[in-house]
């Protein structure tokens, strides 16, 4: 650390991204990410954009938004679009919460929240999920304190119900609720039409899951108009460019594909029951995920073990130290090969071999 970097700043413990490791050929099961290939038409309209990077991308991403609004029936206000949801998450901290206004979140969910609340000075609470690892509705009921929900949550994969959902945001009318539906596409009811109802409802989203554009970074918030203001002021007084042409292009062409990313996270859906069933009948626990990942342990073997024996193999997947979790492993649903090899291995190292 300089000595240049303020107090206020120099304690930040940063966000730890899963690790990309080089130095051989893993299958990747780390990062949630899809294992399938944007579609064609996706590649065609990044590479048709590429020709125009000399120039800046729009900033009100017109013909992506109109797509957008048009497939979710929303209001083009009552949208916006930014570089991957973690930029919508850190937008809305910043907006909507501050000393006065804390925010809370379950105890183990998306390990973003607390670094946003803690780069914007936010005061947080963290609410234990329940014993089995689902989060309680009741424990939110009229708060009064703003409220990030992964739904479905991560690393559980668990996910509320939409009727609960509604209760905790109609209970908590004078605060922000943002629900965040980065895996939603994998089962889980929505709570975008629950907006036009509440005014203070933000509910995020993300192309890198269900649309196969991690890399390409594009995020959106669905809100009613005014929230959706606030967020574009912090987004002008940023950067009014955030979302790059390319992406832009590309999350156009996805929308249009929308039947070819829906079909793959049926196949991801099939191949997670297919995995929960096996990795059931080898004695793990596996709780009930909705989500396009699995979280498990298994009596036999400790998860940081289970975790560095398969990396060593060459399968990635991702394990928490956080002592309530540290006997699980979270596994991003793959193909249906990358899962027969992921169960091969696990196979051999509980015989030992
Ligand atoms: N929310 C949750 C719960 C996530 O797991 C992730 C992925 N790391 C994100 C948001 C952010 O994803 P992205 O920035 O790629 O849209």
Known sequence: MSRFFTERLSKLEAYTPGEQPKDMKYI?????????????SVIAAAE?????????????????????????????SELIMTNGSDEVLNFAFMAFSDTSRPIVFPDITYGFYPVFARLNGIPYEEIPLSEDF?????????????IV??????PTGIALSLADIERIVASNPDNVV??????????????????PKYPNLLVTGTFSKSRSLAGARLGFGIAQRELIADLNTIKYSTNPYNVNRMTMAAGEAAIRDNAYYM??????????????????ALGFRVLPSVANFLFAESPDVDGEKLYLELRRRGILIRHFSKERIKNFNRITVGTRAEMDALLAQIENILKGN
């Open 134 to 146: 689902s989060v309680n509705p009741e424990d939110y009921i009229g708060i009064g304190k703003n």
């Open 178 to 195: 943002i629900i965040d539906e980065a895996y939603v596409d994998f089962g889980a009811e929505s709570a975008v039409a629950l907006v």
């Open 263 to 280: 079909n793959n996270c049926k196949t991801v859906m099939e191949n997670r029951e297919y995995t929960r069933d096996r990795l059931c």
């Open 48 to 76: 048709r954009e590429a020709h125009r990077l000399m120039l800046y991308s729009d900033p009100e991403c017109t013909p992506l938004v109109s797509a957008f609004s048009e497939l979710y029936g929303i209001d083009k």
């Open 149 to 154: 929900i992964a739904n479905p949550n991560a």
């Open 28 to 40: 990747k099961l780390n990062t949630n990410e899809s294992p399938f290939a944007p579609s064609e």
